[in-house]
């Protein structure tokens, strides 16, 4: 059973950022009940609450896998070929016609990306709201980053490129998932996971880059609003993994429709 219920504890300042420690998920409130206590308490109410012990007992290895899992594979310096940076949020710009503005969440993203290049001098794919940062504040050409997943702005308002949508463009912008090698995934702590759990799916070698911490900040003013506040975002998160898993299990159990 793999270990859960912990995030990372973050600086994130630039500062913070270039300061090395391992890359966990922390707490430091020790936790109450193992995993197995977990999975017994959780097993025995969902069978008095569903009066079914096998559904429950299916249920409960779904939620335990989907929404107590956030331990995030992490790659040495050495080894990453390829940086990808994921934008979190952005911010609404004073003219509704023009485009979006990255905020400071995807400045520290932008921030910790500029300490990796300078690690690695790996190749970046940049998803818009963080390669505009690298392009503006560090002078970043497109020799050393690719911008992807460019906002619409339309009179009806902004769309930003989803997870989804950023990976599949980054992998028709490399040739293939093979040819990026082993990514190291940069973007908001909270988001991180599901980055390179999405990333994997798609047959991208991701992981966490090891001993660099990621932005934990969240910004008021940020859009869309569920990137406003941890809980909510968090509550998002779940509700994507779930998501996620549930046409996993739909396309495994029905593949011919």
Same mark, same amino acid.
């Given at each position: ?46 069978? =008095?609450?569903? $009066?079914?012990?096998?559904?429950? $007992? ?14 995030? &594979?992490?790659? /040495? ?15 609404? *710009? ?5 485009? &979006? ?16 290049? !300078? ?7 940049? !998803? ?22 460019? &906002? ?7 769309? @930003? ?28 702590? /909270? ?6 759990? @999405? ?9 966490? &880059? ?13 859009? *869309? ?25 739909? =396309? ?6």
């Amino acid at each position: 059973m793999l270990s859960r219920r912990q995030f990372m504890t973050l600086t994130p300042s630039l500062i913070g950022l270039c300061a090395l420690g391992r890359h966990t998920f922390a707490s430091n409130v020790p936790l109450v009940i193992s995993d197995a206590e977990l999975q017994r308490q959780m097993l025995s109410k969902l069978t =008095t609450e569903l $009066n079914d012990a096998t559904l429950a $007992n299916t249920e409960t290895q779904y939620l335990l896998s989907t929404l107590f899992n956030w331990i995030v &594979p992490t790659i /040495d310096t050495k080894s990453i070929q390829t940086i990808v940076a994921y934008s979190f949020g952005y911010r609404a *710009p004073l003219d509704p016609l023009a485009m &979006p503005e990255s905020g400071p969440i995807n400045e520290q993203i932008a921030d910790a990306v500029y300490i990796l290049y !300078q690690a690695t001098q790996a190749p970046i794919y940049a !998803q818009w709201e963080v390669a505009s940062v690298l392009k503006t504040k560090y002078r970043f050409d497109s020799g050393k980053v690719s911008t992807i997943g460019m &906002p619409k702005v339309t009179s009806a308002g902004t769309t @930003i490129a989803t997870l989804d949508e950023v990976i599949s463009a980054i992998i028709l912008k490399a040739g293939s998932a093979k040819a990026l090698g082993n990514v190291a995934v940069v973007t908001h702590v /909270d988001q991180q996971a599901l980055a390179v759990d @999405i990333s994997k799916i798609k047959g991208i070698q991701a992981a966490a &880059p090891v001993d660099m911490k990621m932005p934990m900040e969240y910004d008021v003013l940020c859009l *869309p609003k569920n990137n406003r506040k941890r809980d909510l975002y968090i509550l998002t998160t779940l509700a994507t993994r779930l998501g996620m898993l549930r046409m996993q299990l739909m =396309t495994e159990q029905y593949p011919n429709g």
